[in-house]
């Protein structure tokens, strides 16, 4: 894809595809490769056992794999096999793994196996098995399935695969027409974007069956990911023996160096068409600000493009502008939410409120120390929130003054403030010559970005903040029900039109959905028309919390008493406890918005029934 535009210049997207030859590595994972591969070979007299190729995402595992697997395959005793794990479920894991070693073995080594599985289970005779192998009319695959069927036919047969494949695997590795001690290295790749079951079908393959001479498995995969905290955390004692026993050993995949990553940001920005808009600031910029992952240095330079020629509200914005306001949408859509929202009732901008907000933390943490004159400082930085300085004769006072402060405001700022990479982030783009500008531009949805790309592939992207807000998959064709038929809600917001596409998604499910701006008129519809359930806004005009105190009063005066829920871009523990006493949900994204809605729909109908 190639698009045309500052002064007619020409962008193309970068492919998100692993290197796979020596000539392609820019960050110096060839040496890394060469170095595994030559200790691959050199270790045979020690199979079978497993390496894990071990690094976050988009870090280069499945390159670095890529480069060893060619490695390896100019020597003449090594076979390999690529599978990926991502591509496979729990229930045909197992299958689709063992089939895939399956054919690398010669086909008469195969015959003779196909002939001693059939023999011992006495399924079929072995002229049976030959005649049926030489009129085979699919080859290896015809063989291979046959082979499977054999060894998989019941309990009893599958009981003896692992004895029988280390059968295969011994007689394949010392076949006389070749030298002895063959190795066949096995890379299993993306293991740790799999669900569990599929992991540990994966992990049983390889330590259950298919643990014999000869064989390697070199997996990739983040081991943080499959571990006690990560996607693996309910396994128990057992469970965590076993898993320990498949990684003999891992290598960790170091970080490329800062020359490496700054000139691999140049050759994607020159691929792209984009190199004249990039500076050595911009494109340091790009390098440190993508936590130094080359994937994802990828994936910003792809917006970058898409924005600089598809969306006109950035004509006249800096380079270094459009790339920190990406970042932070990026890596912080729940912040970019907040900064963009156009919210009167709280601070004109969020990023003055958050610096303002640590501020208040870092004097409150030694405020015996700082004084009367740092606590007016910091009243000061933090708009709009009226506190009463600690006592100064109550040395753990201000922790309670800081939790005061943090229940009027987002949620995640506490984490946000322990993040140094956020902060640096946020005062780096106040300082920008354009700020002010900026952000006006994007609360108006001048400037919003039009193409919204995840950090994370397993990650959806954020939905759009400004403007009309998008359900998740709401791009992509419904099969259309009736699960909602019989809900009529009632939708109350002073800006309507944001939730076009949410009131089309209802619809479109059964649901009649009403309308009202303020709470006056949702009190009239109230009053004339039953209603199941209210979706509201929290913040209107000048007043932050007018939805919570109207539903409030409904509560009170016996108005609506069902399933209400607030959709808002800025979640506070304030509000969260205000919506705990009302029997009231909460959502700040699309996604949690329509739980929230499956689950009030629920209970409606069990109150129904």
């Not at 498995?217 to 320990?244: K, Q, T």
């Not at 130094?292 to 898409?306: A, S, W, Y």
């Not at 994007?442 to 903040?465: K, N, S």
């Amino acid at each position: 894809m190639r698009s045309t535009g500052r002064a007619g210049m020409e962008f193309s997207l970068l492919n998100d595809e692993p290197v796979t030859a020596p000539e392609a590595d820019l960050l110096g994972t060839g040496r890394a490769a060469r170095e595994l591969a030559a200790l691959v070979h050199a270790s045979r007299a020690a199979t079978p056992f497993t390496l894990a190729v071990d690094a976050g995402w988009g870090m280069g595992k499945s390159s670095l794999m890529r480069l060893v697997r060619a490695e390896l395959e100019q020597r003449a005793d090594v076979e390999t096999v690529w599978y990926n794990a991502w591509t496979s479920t729990s229930a045909d894991v197992l299958e689709g793994l063992i089939k895939t070693v399956l054919m690398k073995f010669d086909r008469r080594v195969l015959r003779r196996a196909l002939h001693r599985a059939s023999e011992h289970g006495k399924l079929i005779t072995a002229v049976r098995a030959t005649l049926t192998v030489a009129a085979a009319p699919f080859g290896m695959a015809g063989l291979v399935d046959q082979l499977w069927r054999e060894l998989s036919v019941d309990p009893r047969a599958r009981a003896r695969m692992g004895e029988a494949l280390h059968e295969l695997a011994t007689e394949w590795a010392d076949t006389a027409e070749h030298e002895p001690n063959r190795l066949l290295v096995v890379f299993v790749d993306d293991l740790d974007r799999c669900a569990e079951d599929t992991v540990l079908a994966v992990c049983e393959a390889v330590k259950v069956y298919l643990d014999v001479p000869g064989l390697v498995f070199v997996i990739g995969c983040d081991r943080s990911a499959l571990g006690p905290s990560g996607l693996l955390r309910d396994l128990g004692p057992a469970g965590s023996a076993f898993m320990e026993k498949i990684f003999q050993t891992s290598f960790r995949l170091s970080t490329p160096p800062d020359e490496d990553l700054r000139a691999y940001v140049r050759h994607c920005a020159l691929r792209s068409g984009l190199r004249e808009l990039l500076d050595d600031r911009t494109v340091g910029l790009i390098a440190d600000r993508s936590a130094r992952n080359p994937r994802r240095i990828k994936r910003l330079i792809n917006g970058f493009g898409l924005e600089c020629t598809l969306n006109p509200g950035w004509a006249g914005i800096e380079p270094e502008a459009v790339i920190r306001t990406l970042l932070i949408q990026y890596l912080y859509p729940e912040f970019y939410r907040i900064l963009v929202s156009s919210d009167a009732a709280h601070t004109a901008n969020a990023g003055h409120e958050f610096l303002g907000y640590r501020t208040a933390r870092q004097v409150l943490s030694r405020w015996v120390e700082a004084g009367a004159e740092a606590w007016q400082t910091t009243v000061a930085a933090v708009t709009g929130h009226r506190l009463a300085p600690p006592d100064p004769e109550d040395q753990d006072g201000w922790e309670a003054v800081l939790g005061r402060l943090e229940e009027q405001l987002p949620t995640i700022y506490p984490a946000l403030a322990r993040d140094l990479n956020f902060v640096h982030l946020i005062e780096e783009w106040l300082r920008l010559p354009q700020a002010d500008g900026l952000l006006a531009q994007l609360q108006r949805g001048g400037a919003a970005p039009v193409v919204t790309i995840p950090v994370d592939i397993d990650e959806g992207a954020a939905p759009p903040v400004r403007g009309e807000r998008t359900p998740p998959g709401e791009d992509r064709p419904e099969r259309r029900d009736d699960r909602y038929r019989g809900i009529r809600i009632l939708w109350v917001d002073d800006h309507p039109a944001n939730n076009t596409s949410y009131v089309r998604r209802l619809e479109s499910l059964g649901a009649e959905v009403l309308s009202a701006e303020d709470a006056r008129r949702a009190e009239r519809v109230l009053g004339e028309e039953p209603v199941d359930m209210v979706i509201s806004d929290v913040a209107r005009g000048t007043d932050p919390d007018a939805g919570l105190d109207a539903l409030a009063r409904w509560r009170e005066r016996g108005i609506f008493g069902g399933p209400a829920v607030f959709f808002t871009n800025r979640i506070t523990p304030a509000r969260e406890r205000r919506c705990r006493e009302l029997g009231a949900r909460i959502a700040v994204d699309g996604g949690t918005l329509l739980r929230h809605i499956d689950e009030a729909c629920a209970e409606i109908r069990q109150r129904r029934s």
